[in-house]
């Protein structure tokens, strides 16, 4: 069995000499070229960065955004300015359908079709009275 005992609080000189020699990361340090890097320059691991995300999005209404929600918004983009292989690429997949059925965004709002629809309402749409055009005929 390991016995836990409590870490000594440092004091007033140790907490100094800790903040003042903090380590700052220039690219030579990050061989991996990680955007978030460790203070080493290594790899964060999956759930220290899910433990910090939680913490920097506490209490800003953005709870909803997850990791995912970012992969999502990167292939949705880069299928938007590029094409759905560019996409599907840099998430990773090896078929383009994954990255179109979980990831592209669908749009929401469908195409203004008012023009055509209009046809049925029986208005001439040509401005010949001869020739009114599809849809129900007034009756005099």
């Given at each position: 069995?390991?016995?836990?005992?409590?870490?000594?609080?440092?004091?007033g000189?140790?907490?100094?000499?800790?903040?003042?020699?903090?380590?700052?990361?220039?690219?030579?340090?990050?061989?991996?070229?990680?955007?978030?890097?460790?203070?080493?320059?290594?790899?964060?691991?999956?759930?220290?960065?899910?433990?910090?995300?939680?913490a920097?999005?506490?209490?800003?209404?953005?709870?909803?955004?997850?990791?995912?929600?970012?992969?999502?918004?990167?292939?949705?983009?880069?299928?938007?300015?590029?094409?759905?292989?560019?996409?599907?690429?840099?998430?990773?997949?090896?078929?383009?359908?994954?990255?179109?059925?979980?990831?592209?965004?669908?749009?929401?709002?469908?195409?203004?079709?008012?023009?055509?629809?209009?046809?049925?309402?029986?208005?001439?749409?040509?401005?010949?009275?001869?020739?009114?055009?599809?849809?129900?005929?007034?009756?005099?």
């Amino acid at each position: 069995m390991r016995t836990l005992r409590p870490r000594p609080t440092p004091d007033g000189e140790t907490r100094r000499k800790r903040s003042t020699s903090s380590v700052r990361l220039d690219a030579a340090d990050n061989p991996h070229d990680a955007i978030f890097a460790s203070r080493r320059g290594t790899w964060l691991s999956p759930p220290n960065v899910r433990r910090q995300w939680r913490a920097a999005r506490a209490d800003t209404g953005l709870e909803w955004v997850t990791p995912h929600t970012f992969r999502k918004t990167v292939a949705t983009l880069i299928d938007r300015e590029a094409n759905t292989d560019s996409a599907a690429a840099q998430l990773g997949h090896g078929s383009n359908e994954i990255t179109k059925k979980h990831y592209i965004v669908k749009a929401a709002l469908a195409p203004d079709s008012s023009a055509i629809l209009e046809q049925l309402g029986g208005r001439p749409t040509s401005g010949d009275p001869e020739n009114p055009g599809p849809g129900p005929q007034p009756t005099a």
